[in-house]
């Protein structure tokens, strides 16, 4: 109707005039700004209503309406927002907002936003800490009033991206805390567009990615997300979004991103983390890449197939409930078949035992993408062909007892018996038994009304999950770190992927705790072993669920004063006690390295947890070598580039300086040597 009635059309050529006041009129000191700058705003906002009012629609209307916008002067009318220096802040992110809709159905808007040179604007934005300071400099010049009203309208920004959240209000009274905090809502908005607008750019053709990759404000932004730890649910989704472009710019014929990826961001050390996160979304995207990787072929296919640490989540995935992660971990192993070491690897951690009773356990037929586990052992008969059939005589030689659910419900009990009594050596026994019989799933008939027939499927089931946790907790008590991490990881991914289609009748209320507690698990198995990345990780996945849990904030404060101490760049820029601080100047404590937005939080802190906590750091610390420095980073964790190569630079100076001075000193002998032969010359005569 808006259309029909010439409305956007006369938005467009309000923004196409791009009127400047005189500078005397700018000087002004008028509350309500730029007159013009408020009518920009407005039309912009006029039509990303029209755009996103289009998915109440059906989809016919949806798409010929983003069409004839995306065609549209629009586009190029919002560019010079964009383009602008200092930027528009508020008319950018709903500017880039709406792009990131009219790119979903429509190739030309994205030419139309390389053409126009603003790749690295967008870049910037989707960097770390582009967006964050951006909008402090807008923030800090003052707020005008149209902009208040967007943000008053929209305190939490304009994410989900997909949704209808332009159409949820909820206008209220700021005090400054508030309005900077929304303000940081509207920074993640216009970074996720960004990245939603790069990942649509990326699908476009081999020519726009290759821009991209040769971009370097974008890439650097790339490098800097990718090893960042994921610590709540901002960071998840800009992950999720850094991902999915990586898989994208993967596609591509050129193999020059995934040279980038493994030789200039040492890509690698994060993909052995990713993989075993603890989200099923970001552990696919993670697999994704692997198998992208494998599908590139050469160096990166015998890289993937020789890396243990991630054969062995592919091996472990396979159990998961969600059929994508199976279908690139079946990919990734499949794929290595034919590569020298790669065989070795699949039937270290998906041999015999696993693929000759894989059908019994998961849907025999074929996935999505016309593959199935079948298919592996064919592979490996063809390849190799030796390593098969030792492999096959050594599970014939200790075939394990056939499947018994009761009698592994047995065996947890008898075990959770032993570790009562604090007999934990026999505790891990019983478990291991109970283990190796118990089925991965449980196969309900489920009727189809469509087909008129039956048909049994495999669901979700609570006890090897229980199991693994349970031997897990037995390893920590002893002190096997390792052995505990590799038991949380087998708990943890088998809850990934479920949902009231691939969850048992009487099992939906046992996947939260387990799932918790295999996390917690790890998380304190990882912290012994500091390696405090994986750990926060661990741990922040937990508060997300459960924020007010008490034992989990006193586990993730500890982790992060190491983390903070170790690490030369800060990761979790945040405070402390209420998780909040975002974009303020935080106060540090006197003894240790933990961060308060407030007295009152630190106060707060120290009566509930602190005091024990910065005691028991000043002990850990007094241990470490003499010669370790605050800020020096952690050999465990993936290293911070950027602090490497500043201290890189720094080393290097003095060395120069030497090396000038040997040469003047060189050059002053030579002259030396030349005169005194002169003069002995001179004496002979």
């Not at 936003?113 to 909008?135: E, F, Q, R, S, T």
């Not at 700021?174 to 567009?193: G, M, P, S, V």
Request: glycine share 4%; proline share 4%; charged share 30%.
């Amino acid at each position: 109707m808006l259309l029909d009635a010439g409305i956007v059309d006369i938005c467009i050529t309000a923004l196409k005039l791009r009127v400047k006041l005189p500078e005397y009129e700018k000087c002004r000191e008028d509350p309500e700004g730029d007159v013009w700058e408020a009518i920009y705003y407005y039309c912009v906002s006029i039509v990303g209503h029209v755009v996103i009012s289009c998915y109440w629609e059906n989809n016919k209307a949806k798409v010929a309406v983003k069409k004839q916008i995306a065609f549209s002067d629009f586009v190029d009318a919002c560019l010079a927002f964009i383009r602008d220096d200092p930027p528009d802040y508020v008319a950018s992110a709903i500017a880039l907002y709406i792009f990131a809709h009219l790119f979903e159905d429509n190739s030309a808007p994205s030419r139309k936003v390389y053409h126009a040179g603003v790749l690295p604007k967008i870049g910037y934005y989707c960097h770390k800490d582009g967006c964050m300071k951006a909008m402090l400099a807008w923030y800090n010049k003052g707020i005008k009033i149209h902009e208040l009203e967007a943000i008053a309208e929209h305190q939490y920004g304009l994410i989900p991206m997909a949704g209808l959240a332009m159409f949820e209000s909820g206008e209220k009274a700021f005090n400054q805390k508030e309005l900077l905090l929304a303000a940081i809502h509207w920074a993640d908005t216009l970074q996720q567009c960004s990245f939603h607008c790069i990942s649509h750019m990326a699908q476009d053709g081999p020519r726009l990615r290759s821009q991209i990759v040769g971009e370097p404000v974008t890439m650097k932004s790339f490098q800097k997300w990718l090893r960042s730890p994921i610590c709540n649910l901002e960071t998840r989704a800009i992950m999720q979004s850094c991902l999915r472009v990586t898989n994208q710019l993967l596609a591509s014929d050129s193999d020059t991103f995934a040279w980038k990826l493994m030789d200039d961001y040492k890509f690698l050390k994060y993909l052995e983390i990713g993989v075993y996160y603890p989200d099923h979304n970001l552990a696919c995207q993670f697999m994704e890449v692997c198998s992208k990787l494998g599908i590139l072929g050469g160096i990166f296919k015998t890289t993937v197939a020789n890396n243990e640490a991630i054969m062995r989540a592919a091996g472990i995935h396979m159990y998961c409930m969600y059929e994508h992660l199976r279908v690139y971990s079946l990919a990734v192993m499949a794929l290595s078949v034919d590569v020298q070491g790669g065989a070795k690897n699949i039937l270290k951690y998906f041999g015999p035992d696993k693929f000759l009773t894989y059908a019994d356990t998961f849907d025999s037929k074929q996935t999505s993408v016309g593959m199935k586990a079948s298919d592996l052992q064919n592979g490996l008969r063809k390849f190799s062909r030796r390593q098969l059939e030792e492999a096959l005589r050594e599970y014939e030689r200790f075939k394990p007892p056939p499947l018994n659910r009761e009698k592994a419900r047995e065996l947890k009990e008898e075990g959770n018996t032993f570790y009562k009594k604090g007999n934990y050596q026999e505790a891990i026994t019983r478990y291991s038994e109970g283990i190796r019989m118990c089925p991965a799933t449980i196969k309900e008939v489920v009727i189809d009304n469509m087909k008129k027939s039956k048909e049994k499927v495999p669901k979700w089931y609570h006890l090897p999950v229980s199991l693994f946790c349970n031997r897990a907790q037995c390893h920590l008590q002893l002190k096997e770190y390792q052995s505990a991490i590799y038991d949380c990881d087998e708990a943890i991914i088998r809850c990934h992927g479920i949902n009231t289609q691939t969850i048992g009748k009487d099992e939906g209320n046992k996947v939260d705790p387990l799932r918790l507690k295999a996390m917690f698990r790890r998380s304190k198995a990882l912290y012994e072993l500091e390696n405090f990345f994986r750990a926060a990780m661990d741990v922040s996945e937990c508060l997300i669920q459960e924020p007010k849990n008490e034992q989990f904030k006193i586990h993730m404060e500890k982790i992060l004063l190491r983390i903070r101490y170790k690490r030369s760049v800060e990761p979790f820029s945040r405070c402390d006690e209420c998780s909040r601080g975002r974009g303020e100047k935080l106060k540090r404590c006197v003894q240790c390295t933990a961060l308060y937005c407030s007295r009152e939080c630190q106060e707060e802190s120290w009566k509930k947890r602190h005091k024990a906590i910065c005691k028991d750091f000043l002990e850990w610390k007094a241990k470490l070598p003499k010669e370790h420095k605050e800020g020096e980073e952690s050999d465990d964790s993936p290293e911070d580039f950027e602090a490497q190569e500043k201290k890189d630079k720094v080393s290097k100076k003095p060395e120069k300086k030497k090396e000038r001075k040997k040469k003047v000193v060189k050059k002053v002998d030579v002259e030396k040597l030349q005169n005194g032969l002169k003069e002995a010359e001179a004496l002979d005569e």
